[in-house]
């Protein structure tokens, strides 16, 4: 056995991503909101950055008086700022004197609270809601108890999920407050007399209970279906049901539709978190040539240029020390990855659109009805990019287009084989079923067999199994399970 130390040398290629590479790539994943978020951060940060109000030449426009030997900055690769022997010899015969710079009140631009933009409006302040523990401990004033119990109850309501359910158990209470079967029975008669009716159950079934005893349906046959019979209620195995408690199948279809009105969640009711707002990343418009014609909605998004005082700076030179100018270095280079980053990206948004819409063609002139089958190695090789590029493109991105706001990844859908070999979109199937059920008798609903052969009569050949999984995953019971008596 050999123990010894041994030097090897070997060959091999890598491929690894600079710090750059890896913003492009984030900043073409983030959604419009989340990239003017990224954006005033690195301002913030970087003061080689400015806002772009096109009162000032950008840096790039060159004049006549520059000599030819400068190079355009845009067209450098990163680290293109280092010094060279030519930029020392004229750092040597012509310096700046930063601090005397600074003091003349140099202005990097970043001063938000000075920049508007003249189509933004003044935003609505948020109304504070209250929190659902908020709510609940406000209400412990007005109600009439012992007062002992109020650590106890307050501890409750902080044990409550955000269904309203309580997870909270005696023995953990045990462990902080001195609770007996009797003082925890009374405490928790309290906490579930708050309102909404069900808040402070221990589980779905005894949320419904306590809802319906608040409603006074103590002696319902709702009632009696979810104290005795709660299992076969979840399978809605209606016959059994009726025979176990002496009763129709009628009566209790209208028990459980009784129970249906009733609020499986309450704690949803107290719910402080506004509803998510969905901004549109892109505009798809009708041109009047009858093309379609997308636009880049960035607003909200400010537009960005590279500060031409520092990049003026650097050229001509300073008696700052050398960590100093690497300092400002770094930071033009950083602004500049930024610009370029952001420009690719609205440019990488843009092929993947108009390839989206060349390959959807009926569902931007007709509607969400005429959506083909998609996927995205088609738009990855109609754009010549790698699929990752395109999946982080359309990931969590929307279009606002003539027929609503959609989802990026609403495009693209598999296909169901037909046999005479044609496909059709998935999408197209499962609302063929969709509408095939909500017409449906009730009283006789139709199996998926029957659904089978309602489509192929429609000319949509779909096997049994993709209409049970197509049922499956847009919530549809099965068939004995939506029967009406």
């Given at each position: ?185 009374e405490a928790l008669n309290v906490l579930q007399h708050l309102d909404p009716p069900g808040i402070g159950a221990r589980d779905l079934r005894e949320s419904l209970q306590i809802q319906l005893q608040r409603h006074g349906r103590r002696d319902s ?65 009708k041109a009047p040539d009858d093309s379609w014609v997308v636009l880049i909605n960035d607003k909200t998004v400010p537009s960005l240029r590279v500060s031409r005082s520092y990049q003026e700076m650097i050229r001509r030179g300073s008696r700052a ?165």
């Amino acid at each position: 056995m050999n123990l010894g130390f041994s030097l090897n040398m070997d060959m091999r290629l890598e491929q690894k991503l600079t710090p750059q590479m890896i913003q492009s790539l984030k900043l073409l994943q983030v959604s419009s909101l989340e990239l003017e978020m990224l954006v005033k951060q690195e301002m913030e940060q970087n003061p080689c950055l400015e806002l772009d109000d096109g009162t000032e030449e950008r840096f790039e426009e060159r004049t006549e008086e520059r000599t030819t030997d400068e190079t355009d900055w845009e067209t450098k690769a990163p680290d293109d700022f280092e010094e060279t022997p030519a930029a020392v010899a004229e750092e040597a015969r012509q310096e700046i004197d930063w601090e005397t710079y600074f003091d003349d009140g140099f202005e990097t631009g970043t001063n938000f609270n000075e920049e508007r933009r003249d189509d933004d409006g003044w935003e609505a302040t948020p109304v504070h809601q209250a929190s659902m523990e908020e709510f609940l401990l406000e209400q412990l004033k007005e109600k009439r108890f012992d007062q002992s119990l109020r650590p106890l109850l307050e501890y409750l309501i902080g044990g409550l999920n955000e269904n309203g359910f309580l997870e909270a158990t005696r023995e953990e209470a045990q462990k902080k407050f001195p609770v007996d079967e009797a003082t925890w029975e009374e405490a928790l008669n309290v906490l579930q007399h708050l309102d909404p009716p069900g808040i402070g159950a221990r589980d779905l079934r005894e949320s419904l209970q306590i809802q319906l005893q608040r409603h006074g349906r103590r002696d319902s046959m709702a009632y009696r279906i979810v104290s005795e019979c709660f299992g076969l209620l979840q399978k809605l195995k209606i016959p059994t049901i009726a025979r176990r408690l002496d009763s129709t199948p009628e009566e209790i279809q209208a028990a459980i539709r009784e129970i249906g009105q009733l609020e499986p969640r309450p704690g949803r009711q107290l719910s402080s978190q506004p509803p998510p707002s969905v901004i549109p990343d892109l505009i798809v418009e009708k041109a009047p040539d009858d093309s379609w014609v997308v636009l880049i909605n960035d607003k909200t998004v400010p537009s960005l240029r590279v500060s031409r005082s520092y990049q003026e700076m650097i050229r001509r030179g300073s008696r700052a020390s050398a960590d100093e100018k690497k300092y400002v270095r770094e930071k033009l280079n950083s602004a500049s990855w930024l610009v370029r980053s952001i420009e690719q990206r609205k440019g990488t948004m843009l092929r993947v659109m108009y390839a989206i819409i060349d390959s959807q063609p009926e569902f931007f002139d007709e509607g969400p009805g005429h959506l083909r089958p998609l996927v995205l190695q088609t738009i990855a090789d109609k754009v010549k990019m790698h699929i990752s590029t395109v999946s982080r493109v359309t990931n969590e991105k929307y279009v606002q287009t003539p027929h609503g706001v959609f989802e990026l990844k609403s495009f693209f859908s598999a296909s169901v084989t037909q046999e005479d070999g044609t496909e059709i979109s998935s999408v197209e199937a499962r609302d063929a079923i969709q509408k095939m059920i909500q017409a449906e008798d009730p009283e006789n609903p139709l199996s998926d067999q029957k659904i089978v052969d309602e489509l192929k009569k429609n000319g949509l050949d779909v096997a049994r199994r993709t209409v049970a999984k197509y049922r499956d995953m847009m919530g549809i019971l099965p068939a004995r399970m939506r029967r009406k008596f």
